[in-house]
């Protein structure tokens, strides 16, 4: 896979720029899009509205009971994330470490090991189809969810759609989600409707969208007596989610918008302001970047630096 650096234009503003490709060794040649920096200045003007409480957890729910801490990536590429680490059992051993970091930090959450993985990956070539996507293929998602059992770890599937829709991608995924330790993810940055090319522009979903996931994973939940799933829906813009006010609420379905945007502390306080707390839905989330957090030389935030946040992040994403 290729993949465009992203860099750092000045000390306070981030902007997406395609400076190279670089071929990953990982898996077969195919191009990855950059991810796109959010991008403003300091501003502490911004007020958030009130979270909403959310309706009482069905028997079974993760949330609020216990945080989810998850490593995100996919195994064919460093590039996309922790996932990619190798051998498998130093990443595992990673994730643990950062599961009793959390454990630590705040003692009366207890703490919930997941495995995100990217099955449906955006790609900057259209494919033979046209859709500006590449599905893992039923095995990787298997090898992936031998991972998380090892651990005890939930599995996430994230969706990039690229021209591809949810209608298209969600079916083939329904056999996994039927299993009572698989969530499902979507990531708006990378869903670029009939036209465009992931990594050009950032992407959007609508309320429809998820609403769609939603009745899906709620179906899934009554018709084959699960327990609640989780949906996390990625976000580090203002439009990347439209309608956010119209997105059902369900209790069957705990939905998570994640900060999914990277940079400085204060860039990733500031965003997580801006763009999750002042669009209150149901639970949040956090995502903390291993790399591009700590390229301007800043730590990676902390677990008490999150949990300084309001609403306090329920869902801790690894990249």
């Known amino acids: ?23 990953d060794t990982a898996g077969p040649e195919k191009k990855r899009p950059a991810r796109v920096a959010h991008t403003h200045t300091r501003d502490s003007h911004d007020s958030a509205p009130p979270w909403p ?21 996919n195994p064919l590429s460093r590039r996309m994330g922790i996932l990619a680490e190798k051998p498998v059992d130093s990443m595992l051993a990673r994730l643990d470490r950062e599961v009793a970091a959390w454990s630590a930090a705040d003692p009366t959450t207890p703490v919930q090991p997941a495995l995100h993985l990217i099955a449906v990956v955006a790609q900057g070539n259209p494919g033979k ?3 500006y996507r590449q599905r893992a293929d039923s ?39 039927r299993r009572p330790d698989v969530h499902l993810g979507l990531d708006p940055e990378f ?20 609403n769609a996931a939603v009745e899906l994973l709620a179906n899934l939940v009554t018709t084959d007596s699960l327990p609640p799933k989780v949906l996390v829906v990625h976000r580090f813009t203002r439009d990347m989610l439209t309608h956010y006010d119209r997105i059902r609420i369900d209790p069957r379905v705990q939905v998570v918008v994640n900060m999914d945007g990277w940079g400085p502390p204060w860039m990733k306080r500031e965003s997580y302001r801006r763009y999750v707390a002042r669009y209150p839905v149901e639970y949040t989330g956090f995502k903390l970047f291993y790399r591009n957090d700590t390229r301007g030389g800043e730590p990676l935030m902390r677990p008490t630096d999150v949990l300084a946040l309001t609403p306090r992040p329920f869902y801790i994403q690894y990249q």
Do not use: H, K
Not at 53 to 73: D, K, W
Not at 162 to 168: F, N, V
Not at 191 to 210: E, F, K, N, Q, Y
């Open 1 to 23: 896979m290729t993949r465009c650096r992203v860099v750092l234009a000045t000390a306070f503003l981030f902007v997406a720029a395609a400076a190279s490709a670089q071929q």
């Open 139 to 177: 095995g990787l998602i298997e090898r992936v969810y031998g991972w998380a059992r090892s651990r005890n770890a939930l599995l996430f599937l994230d969706i990039q759609l690229g021209r591809s829709t949810l209608a298209a991608e969600l079916p083939r995924l329904i056999p996994f989600l």
């Open 191 to 210: 869903a670029m409707g009939s036209s465009g090319i992931p990594g050009t522009r950032i992407g959007t979903l609508d309320a429809s969208d998820v």
């Open 53 to 73: 409480t959310p309706p009482i957890p069905l028997p079974g729910s993760v949330l609020p009971t216990q945080r989810i801490v998850a490593f995100y990536g």
């Open 129 to 131: 189809d046209g859709m």
